[in-house]
């Protein structure tokens, strides 16, 4: 990309087409040959484009804000099906919860990548069949099977998302970066949203009481619930038409919970040691070590995606490859207690999940680690460590499919 704007600088035509194809890399590639070509006029007119901070808020084209309140009220009429239908309320939220967000993001990254009919045909088919089959399986609240199956599908269609995302450039490493940044930037304004959603509803209800008026069931059944369904299609459409709104917030919340984090992880390590838990023979001490690992795994991944490449301190790889080796402790201290409880007390669904899932984490945080480790020495092998996080998410999404759709015929529903 840097030699291809180098080479058309007397291109505006050809200048656009680049931008336009991958605007991330444009930009990247063109900050790092601004300072050599900064008298030249074409390139201080760019500049201005690239950098101008736009401070009013974009409500994008009729039609997208159309579909943006369309899905939203989708949204939450699906949240709504057990009040409407004879549906009993747990188990259809237990089964289906991620099917009232993530198809209406499909649909609306699909419109907006103008995806081709085929992969829409492909996506509304995995879609239907994966709906149909967590609400075929036996009703048994017992079976262990049926639970991993509940936590793995939201995980699987959020790859299906993702897929949907990037459209017609899956091949490019770079738009699953994009794709993982989107998610970081919409937890954020979603967060936002739903924090002046609450203040909202203690405002609201406040007033109504004062004037004898009691709102609190239909508000917190209809209001409450139609607008926690809708935030997150809200987020998406703020996060895709203002990126200025997060752009600058993600690598700050980065830069400060990562230093956090690694300090709270030490801590944490040296007061398991104290008190003498052990995860080898304690279930419900293992979970938790799973459960934060996943937790730290995501937050490494979100900041190195949030960090700036062009950021001239090591400080910021130094702590992401601190937290990336006590991680590695971290999940080495959990693989080795699973596959001690595996070998003591035998193949189950659970602990099979929880083999699995832990060797493909150790694996990503090994090539990451590694990443990190030539990264320090050389900037330019940050390209290594992005291309390890895109490249393994499919893995991911293909151990979310093992454990949903097979593990329940393996293990005979148990």
């Known amino acids: 990309m840097k030699e291809e704007i180098v080479n058309n600088l007397d291109n505006p035509k050809q200048l656009e087409k680049l931008y336009r194809n991958d605007r991330r ?42 579909f943006i309140v369309i899905a939203s009220f989708l949204a939450g009429l699906f949240a709504k099906i057990p009040e409407f239908l004879p549906i009993d309320a747990e188990f259809f939220y237990e089964r289906n919860t991620a099917f009232i967000i993530f198809p209406l993001l499909i649909a609306y990254f699909a419109w907006r990548q103008k995806n081709s009919l085929k992969s829409i045909a492909v996506t509304s088919v995995i879609l239907l069949a994966s709906c149909c089959y967590i609400n075929f399986l036996p009703n048994d609240n017992k079976s262990d099977t049926l639970a991993l199956a509940c936590i793995h599908l ?53 007033l109504f009481s004062m004037i004898d008026l009691n709102i609190e069931d239909f508000y917190l059944r209809y209001v409450v619930v ?23 917030v993600s690598p700050v919340i980065a830069k400060v919970f990562t230093p956090l984090v690694l300090v709270t992880l030490i801590v944490y390590l040296v007061a398991v040691m104290g008190t003498g838990k052990d995860p080898f023979h304690d279930r419900d001490f293992l979970l938790v070590f799973n459960i934060l690992l996943i937790a ?51 193949i189950s669904p659970n602990r099979l999940a929880v083999l699995g899932s832990n060797i493909l984490i150790m694996s990503h945080l090994l090539v990451l680690t590694y990443g990190l480790f030539r990264t320090i020495r050389n900037r330019s092998r940050i390209v290594f460590v992005e291309k390890s996080i895109a490249y393994f998410l499919p893995l991911y999404g293909l151990w979310t499919i093992f454990v949903t759709f097979t593990f329940p015929l393996l293990f005979n529903f148990q």
């Not at 444009?26 to 950098?51: G, M």
């Not at 936002?192 to 203690?202: C, K, N």
Request: charged residues 15%.
């Open 25 to 66: 890399s444009f930009k990247q590639a063109f900050d790092s040959i601004y300072h050599d070509f900064k008298d030249t006029q074409i390139v201080q007119v760019w500049n201005e484009r690239l950098n101008f901070d736009n401070e009013k808020i974009s409500w994008g084209n009729k039609y997208e804000l159309l």
């Open 296 to 346: 730290v795994m995501a937050i490494i991944l979100f900041s190195i995606v949030a960090t700036s490449k062009q950021d001239g301190s090591n400080i910021g790889l130094f702590l992401l490859l601190s937290l990336a080796v006590v991680t590695v402790i971290v999940n080495g201290t959990a693989l080795s207690a699973i596959v001690y409880r595996t070998s003591e007390w035998g």
């Open 154 to 206: 939201p995980l699987f269609i959020w790859t299906v998302l993702g897929f949907s995302f990037v459209g017609n450039t899956r091949k490019d490493y770079r738009r699953w970066l994009d794709f993982l940044k989107y998610n970081g930037d919409c937890i954020v304004i979603t967060t936002i949203i739903l924090i002046a959603g609450i203040v909202l509803t203690f405002i609201s209800l406040g």
């Open 226 to 248: 139609w607008g926690i369904a809708a935030s997150p299609i809200v987020g998406t459409y703020l996060v895709l038409t203002n990126p200025q709104l997060v752009s600058r």
